[in-house]
């Protein structure tokens, strides 16, 4: 080079020809992040000294996901994210937008190392002759680089500096850059920005941007799509193309004449794809509850995530998980089982304010259905609302409601447990006072007032007729008898606590179900019953894992024996008259199932709790400060079950019965008769020979699928062997020959072990 030519040439290319290799990247750097060039000799001093002594390590984690939760067939039902994110492989986005990325970005990505010298000298020389900052010299992996940076970042200020315009920030990238072009190769840090980028309107990552602007997957983008998306990173909001269409336009052009001055394109092609308009097919992303197909299942789901120290030590480290981790989450609700509870709350009356449901499965506490009538969301004045009122405090639910009657299920199993017969008598008057009780303490409580929902039948009633018709006075002299320590210790067992998480209340008008209490612990309570005994802890997760495909432990149900198998059957077998002869007669369901009705205080609200050995089910409906909340039993009792009745049989429709089994303990009733074993007899036979046992006899309009020849029974209800009141009425269901057989299979575990019926479990 001549003198001449020396003294012509920009002073910034001499800096950079006369250093050596060791400083050259931090001059670059400290130019690039400087309004002007009169410091260049300490610039470049420091910067060398500071790019020599920044850390090389760099942890490269993967950006924020957003969490899917799947029900148990497989649907998708919520998703929870911090940024609308779903990452994908490299060979999941189509070529055509790996070009336009590359083009418009880093056109020499594949060519350089960490820093394009070419590049960023170009920039350089522009930013000195112009006295400030005109043009970036970032290359895709610098930016890669800062995204993960600002990704990482927990608090708003570690977001400024990520993203502050400064030397540090610069020199930093740069090094770190450097690391992850050394661990990395140029289509893995590709795939890692397409991933991470912003490309406005809420959507992180390629993916997620072809959803929300096109809803389609980035392996189906265009040349036109491709060349928008890869405009929109430059300015996010700017080129916005919902918001700013010609921006985004005019952004998008520029893209693809970029692509076919570097040949990855002819010009024909980028003045075709230049002049169509802007086409969008866009998609509102779909975040939490609100989004959900089953909100208040979804916020439950979400409170045990963020309420349960398994998933992470503190608050912050549970939200962080869940909005960020990219989590999977499998759960147990049976979207069958769901709509057939949402169809039963939508045909409630229509004064009605509030139903609620919930159906756990015997055995394994799983949450089969969870609605409530009311639409999630924020707006009160539209009857919106976002507490989960079949839930509990801790679970997104309120303090609770009165159970009712329906407590009085283990006043009536304490009893048995007791020794007491089934058969006993007890006063049964309209109304009584009450003394005598004590509490675990031994404490003593004031005389209790009880009157009778409806009039007595009789001036005494046994376990049996006393629950059939659900006397309060009654329940009142068995409570004493019990003991009000054993009748709460027995709710106790079956996993029954205040809804805001305290112990329940031992006063003697606990049997009447004045702990407010949540319809999922007592659908699980009673499924606890249908178990045979064996209550199992609600649970609504299955399976979690991470964005790896790592498993995270999952809190696991806790099955635990509450009562012995005879008593628990003895319960099931008394509650079963309360579907034929009892509160709710006429609510049977067309297969073995039993239950219990309840009124709450001043008859504002109703509750029916009850169960098959496949499922259980708890409803609560009313509206304490409607006028109409004051109307008698009736009314309510013929409300509510029907709600259960229908939805149980949506549940359990295409599913085979399965049969109770009968208690093999003498329980000492009264009056009962045994029901002849008929199965398999043609059924006017089986008609007669029950009729002559003493027994009323109706046919199931229904005809049940069997391998058993037509028209003969398959099952009765109650069961074959079975010990009754002589006054019970014989279901028998009868086989329509279809072959299916699938009823038959099952039932062949019973045999005579389960009193004749063909379905033991």
């Known amino acids: 080079m001549t003198d001449e030519k020396a003294d012509r040439e920009p002073a910034i290319l001499k800096l950079i020809r006369l250093l050596g290799a060791a400083l050259v990247a931090g ?151 450097v690391n992850v072009e050394k661990r990395l190769s140029k289509d893995q840090i590709l795939q890692g920005y397409l991933n991470i980028a912003y490309f406005g309107a809420s959507a992180y990552g390629v993916q997620a941007a072809a959803q929300r602007y096109f809803s389609k997957d980035a392996t189906e983008l265009t040349l036109p799509e491709a060349a928008l998306l890869a405009g929109i990173t430059n300015s996010p909001s700017y080129y916005d193309p919902t918001v700013f269409p010609d921006h985004a336009r005019e952004r998008r052009n520029t893209v693809l004449y970029r692509m076919a001055e570097l040949k990855m394109i002819t010009k024909q092609q980028a003045d075709q794809a230049a002049a169509l308009p802007i086409k969008l097919h866009t998609k509102q992303p779909k975040s939490d509850c609100v989004a959900s197909k089953v909100p208040f299942f979804c916020q439950y789901v979400k409170n045990e995530i963020l309420g349960n120290p398994a998933f992470g030590k503190t608050q912050t480290d549970r939200e962080k998980l869940l909005y960020r981790g990219g989590l999977t989450i499998r759960t147990t609700i049976d979207m069958k089982a769901q709509r057939a509870a949402q169809q039963a709350l939508s045909r409630r009356p229509s004064h009605s304010r509030t139903a609620t449901e919930a159906m756990v499965k015997p055995g394994t506490g799983e949450i089969k259905a969870m609605v409530v009538s009311r639409t999630y969301g924020a707006d009160v ?245 409607a006028p109409w909340g004051h109307r008698n039993y009736g009314v309510y009792g013929r409300n509510v079950a029907p709600i259960w009745r229908a939805s149980m049989m949506g549940a359990l429709r295409g599913t085979s019965a399965s049969s109770f089994h009968t208690p093999v303990k003498d329980f000492g009733t009264l009056d009962q008769k045994q029901i002849p074993n008929v199965q398999g007899m043609p059924v006017q036979q089986a008609k007669k020979q029950i009729e002559n046992a003493g027994f009323s006899v109706q046919i199931s309009p229904r005809a049940v699928d069997s391998s058993q020849p037509a028209n003969t029974v398959v099952y009765t209800s109650p069961s074959g062997g079975s010990q009754v009141d002589q006054d019970t009425t014989v279901m028998l269901f009868v086989s329509n020959g279809s072959g299916a057989g699938v009823a038959d299979k099952k039932g062949k575990r019973g045999g005579k072990k389960h009193g004749g019926w063909p379905f033991g479990n």
């Not at 690039?32 to 000294?49: E, K, Q």
């Not at 067939?73 to 189509?94: C, K, M, P, W």
């Not at 790896?548 to 999952?554: D, H, L, R, S």
Request: proline share 5%; hydrophobic share 35%; net charge neutral.
């Open 27 to 177: 001059v670059l750097v400290s130019f690039l992040a400087l309004p002007a060039v009169g410091s260049a000799g300490m610039a470049t001093r420091d910067a060398a000294d500071s790019f020599k002594n920044l850390p090389a390590d760099f942890s490269i984690q993967p950006p924020p996901e957003r969490t899917t939760v799947y029900s148990a067939d497989g649907e998708v039902i919520a998703t929870f994210y911090h940024h609308n994110r779903e990452s994908v492989r490299l060979d999941q986005v189509a070529p055509i937008m790996r070009k336009a990325v590359v083009a418009i970005e880093d056109s020499r990505f594949y060519q350089h190392g960490p820093l394009d010298m070419k590049g960023s000298a170009r920039a350089l020389v522009t930013n000195a002759q112009e006295g400030g900052v005109k043009q970036g010299g970032s290359t895709l992996t610098q930016q890669y680089v800062k995204n993960l940076l600002v990704e990482s970042a927990d608090t708003d200020k570690e977001i400024e500096e990520a993203k502050a315009p400064t030397f540090g920030r610069k020199l930093r990238e740069l090094r770190y850059a």
């Open 381 to 625: 004045k539209k009857g919106e609302t976002q507490l989960n009122l079949a839930a509990d405090y801790a679970h997104g639910g309120n303090l609770g409601y009165s159970a009712g009657s329906t407590f009085k299920i283990f006043t009536l199993a304490a009893a048995l447990d007791k020794g007491i017969s089934a058969g006993s008598s007890f006063p049964a008057p309209e109304s009584a006072t009450v003394s005598g009780y004590r509490d675990c303490k031994g404490n003593g409580s004031e005389p209790w007032p009880v009157q009778n929902a409806e009039k007595s039948k009789g001036k005494s009633a046994n376990l049996q007729t006393g629950t059939w018709e659900s006397i309060n006075t009654f329940y009142a002299y068995l409570e004493k008898e019990v003991g009000i320590c054993d009748a709460v210790k027995m709710a106790q067992n079956f996993g029954m606590k205040r809804s805001d998480g305290k112990p329940l209340q031992q006063n003697p008008a606990q049997v009447l179900g004045t702990n407010e209490i949540d319809v999922t612990h007592l659908a699980a309570a009673y499924a606890g019953f249908a178990a045979r005994g064996e209550y199992c802890t609600p649970i609504a997760i299955t399976e979690v894992t991470d964005s790896t495909g790592k498993k995270i432990k999952v809190p696991k149900s806790k099955c635990t024996k509450a009562v012995d198998a005879d008593i628990a059957d003895q319960v099931t077998n008394i509650l079963q008259g309360v579907l034929t002869k009892g509160t709710a007669a006429g609510m049977g369901i067309g297969r073995p199932a039993a239950g219990k009705t309840g009124t709450c205080e001043s008859f504002t609200c109703a509750v029916f709790a009850g169960y098959t050995p496949d499922l259980a089910a708890a409803v609560w409906y009313g509206d304490p400060e």
